[in-house]
C-alpha cells in the first residue's frame, strides 16, 4: 500500500492584498487541484484562510500562519500549498526565510517539501532563490506603493476639508458646507465623559474607564431613548 502524502493549503488576503480573480475560496480551489494533480491528500479539514492579515507581519502575529507552521513541523504535514508567494508574506526576509526553513530538517525529524505556490513555483537552486527574493522584492514593493498612494490619497482629502472614514460621536459631517457641525446632545455625553475622567463627578476623584463606563449608562441610555422616539436626522 503505498501512503500519499499530506497536504495543507494556506489562503490569504488582506486588505492591502484584495485583487480581483484571487479570492480565498478561488485559492483554495486551485491549490485544491495542484495539490490533488500532484498526488497529495487533502481534505476541507486542510485549509487554513487568513482574512485580514497582512503579509508584512511575521509569523507571531498570524495566529492562523502560526498554527499551521507547528503542524508542519510536527509533521503532520508533508507540504504547504498557496496561491502564490506574497500570499505567504510580503517582506523579502520574512518571505526568505519561512520560504527556506521550511525546507529544512523539521522537529519531527524528516523533511518535508516546504511551501509550494501553484503560480510562480519555486525551484530550491540558487537561481530560484534569487528569482523568488525578485519577486518578493516587487510584492513589498507594491504594498508599499499602495500605502503610500493611500496616505497621500487620504492627505489630500484632509487637506481639502473632506470627510473620509467612519462618523465621529458628537460630530455630523454637513455635505453641502463640506464640514464637521457639533451635535449639541452627543456634545454633552462626550463633555461628562472628559470631565469624570479628569475631575471625576464632584463625589469622587478622577476616575478609570471602566468606572466612566458604568456611571455613562444611564445618561447614554436616556439619550438613545430620546433619539428612537424622534425620526432620522437628516444631514446636510
Not at 93 to 107: C, N, T, V, Y
Request: aromatic fraction near 12%; hydrophobic fraction near 35%.
Amino acid at each position: 500500500m503505498i501512503l500519499r502524502k499530506r497536504a495543507a493549503i494556506l489562503a490569504r488576503v488582506s486588505t492591502e492584498d484584495q485583487v480581483e480573480g484571487t479570492s480565498l475560496d478561488i485559492q483554495v480551489e486551485i491549490c485544491m487541484a495542484e495539490a490533488q494533480k500532484r498526488g497529495y491528500h487533502i481534505t476541507p479539514a486542510d485549509v487554513f484562510k487568513e482574512d485580514g492579515y497582512s503579509g508584512a507581519l511575521g509569523i507571531n502575529d498570524r495566529p492562523i500562519l502560526r498554527n499551521l507552521w507547528e503542524k508542519y513541523q510536527a509533521g503532520e504535514y508533508d507540504a504547504i500549498f498557496l496561491y502564490r508567494q506574497d500570499g505567504l508574506a510580503r517582506s523579502v526576509a520574512i518571505l526568505s526565510a519561512l520560504r527556506d526553513e521550511a525546507l529544512k530538517p523539521r522537529r519531527c525529524g524528516t523533511k518535508g517539501d516546504g511551501f509550494i505556490f501553484v503560480q510562480g513555483g519555486f525551484e530550491d537552486t540558487p537561481e530560484g532563490r534569487l528569482f523568488s527574493n525578485i519577486q518578493g522584492s516587487f510584492a513589498e514593493y507594491e504594498r508599499e506603493v499602495i500605502r503610500l498612494r493611500t496616505l497621500t490619497g487620504k492627505k489630500k482629502r484632509a487637506q481639502e476639508g473632506k470627510f473620509f472614514g467612519t462618523a465621529v460621536f458628537g460630530y455630523r459631517w454637513n455635505k453641502e458646507k463640506q464640514r464637521w457641525e457639533i451635535v449639541e446632545e452627543e456634545a454633552k455625553i462626550v463633555r461628562l465623559i472628559y470631565n469624570w475622567y479628569v475631575y471625576g463627578d464632584g463625589k469622587s476623584g478622577p476616575m478609570g474607564t471602566v468606572r466612566v463606563a458604568e456611571k455613562l449608562y444611564p445618561a447614554w441610555y436616556s439619550y438613545a431613548l430620546s433619539i428612537s422616539r424622534r425620526s432620522p436626522r437628516q444631514e446636510g
